[in-house]
């Protein structure tokens, strides 16, 4: 008698444990999931150019507060760089086609100001190391 009570308990007990394990393997997927998947939106670098020169590399993670970068390229142009992306902020352009770009905040979009002359790209980390790999 007391064995089969105990085997209906033991029953019981691994059906109860499988609930929080099953909650804690979800969880380390969903957490491995949420750590992979913002890796290609972060670790971005800004490839600021004037007049086709490159003219500064800005790692968007390490900018803390949002600043203004004034470029004198053909003509003046100030970009807002912050660590969700980078925008004309005005240009010194008829066009203004620049600063109505809005802000570009993924890897391979890019703001040009073709009068004056100034682009801005994003690119992620790894292709930034790939064109090192090229050039050098
Ligand atoms: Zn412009």
């Known amino acids: 008698m007391n064995y089969s009570s ?13 609930i929080p394990l099953a909650v804690i393997v979800l969880s380390v997927v969903l957490g491995v999931v949420f750590l992979l998947s913002p ?16 003219y500064t590399e800005v790692a968007l993670d390490a900018v803390k507060e949002p ?16 660590s969700d992306g980078v925008r004309f902020v005005t240009s010194d352009c008829p066009d203004k086609l ?8 993924r890897s391979g979009q890019s703001a040009v100001c073709l ?9 992620s980390s790894e292709e930034s190391g790939g064109i090192d790999a090229l050039s050098g």
């Open 67 to 82: 600043y203004e970068l004034t470029l004198h390229g053909d003509r003046e142009a100030v970009l807002l760089i912050s």
């Open 39 to 54: 890796k290609d939106e972060k670790g971005l670098t800004a490839v600021v150019s004037v007049e086709g020169e490159v």
């Open 6 to 18: 105990d085997n209906t308990k033991r029953a019981y007990f691994r059906m109860a444990d499988l």
């Open 98 to 105: 620049c600063v109505n770009t809005g802000m570009i905040s």
């Open 115 to 123: 009068p004056a002359r100034v682009s801005v790209k994003l690119i």
